[in-house]
């Protein structure tokens, strides 16, 4: 069975800087797709960005974007310019290719931004 | 297009009643699968329907839940005897395509007393 682990249970950051938070994942699949999504206290979950395994090129979304690491099964996401609007519960989620349809998450991470 | 639309948003019940929670996906999204979270955790995936097939269900869902999407539309989903732990919020999410990420509902927050 595939798992997600987020190794940062919470992290922070100052206005207008950098953070990157990890996601580490295990599978046996070859193709798989890949997302982070974001989820604002008491709101609902919105997706922030998504890779597809086969694609070497790493995704990106505006202000955020992703080092997909296939061989070490690695996939962090990097908040440029962070803004005050970021601060939430982000989430890695690992969805194979075929077969099962489920996302499987991990625990998140609680990212706060300091203005 | 009002997105992912899940009632009730709050549902507080007594230990040993039923309760059913309704999910209304994006219209065109054929995909629609339903979520538990509890506290400090992720979502964990409880089932899926394609149309209105039910395609994978969890083994978290029990005997006691049952789920189902009457001509491929809305969904419920139904939990008989609730229990304490049942307690969560229940997150419907609609997709159309399998390279595509979920659209999520605002879910439903049960609280069992």
């Known amino acids: 069975a595939q798992t997600v682990t987020q190794s940062q249970p919470e992290m922070s950051v100052q206005e207008a800087e950098t953070v990157t938070l990890s996601c580490t994942y295990d599978?046996?699949?070859?193709?798989?797709?890949l997302f982070w999504y974001k989820q604002p206290p008491s709101r609902q979950m919105i997706l922030v960005i998504r890779q597809e395994a086969y694609k070497q090129q790493n995704a990106t979304e505006n202000r955020f974007s992703v080092n997909f690491q296939k061989a070490a099964k690695s996939f962090s996401l990097k908040i440029s310019d962070s803004q005050l609007g970021d601060a939430a519960m982000y989430f890695c989620a690992y969805r194979s290719a075929g077969g099962s349809e489920k996302l499987v998450f991990g625990k998140g991470t609680k990212l706060t931004v300091n203005p | 297009d009002t997105g992912v639309s899940q009632n009730p948003r709050h549902k507080i019940t007594k230990r040993g009643q039923n309760v059913t929670f309704r999910c209304d996906p994006i219209s065109e999204h054929n995909r629609l699968y339903w979520y538990r979270q509890t506290l400090g955790q992720g979502p964990e995936f409880l089932t899926y329907?394609?149309?209105?097939?039910?395609?994978?269900k969890s083994r978290l869902l029990s005997d006691r839940f049952s789920a189902e999407r009457p001509k491929g539309s809305f969904s419920t989903l139904e939990i008989q005897r609730t229990e304490q732990g049942d307690s969560a919020m229940y997150l419907c999410?609609?997709?159309?395509?399998?390279?595509?990420?979920?659209?999520f509902g605002s879910g439903t927050r049960l609280t069992v007393v």
């Open positions: 999410a609609s997709s159309l395509r399998l390279s595509y990420g979920y659209t």
């Open positions: 329907f394609q149309n209105e097939a039910q395609l994978e």
């Open positions: 599978t046996s699949e070859s193709d798989y797709y």
